[in-house]
């Protein structure tokens, strides 16, 4: 899998609008890190909420 860090989206509808905000205005994460991935930026760089 080739993911690009710099271009992960948040979608979300309904409860999933509020899951999505919770992404994209979280000041850390909620887990430790376990390896080099996850100690990357976590948060989205773009999301669109809908019915949140």
Known sequence: MNLVFDEVHS???S???QASSFLL???KPL???IDQ???REF???FG???YA
Do not use: E, H, S
Request: aromatic share 10%; hydrophobic share 45%; no cysteine.
């Open 37 to 39: 991935i996850v100690q």
């Open 25 to 27: 205005t979280a000041d």
């Open 31 to 33: 887990y430790k890190p």
């Open 11 to 13: 979608l979300g509808f």
């Open 43 to 45: 948060r989205p760089n």
């Open 15 to 17: 409860a999933g609008g």
């Open 48 to 50: 669109v909420l809908v």
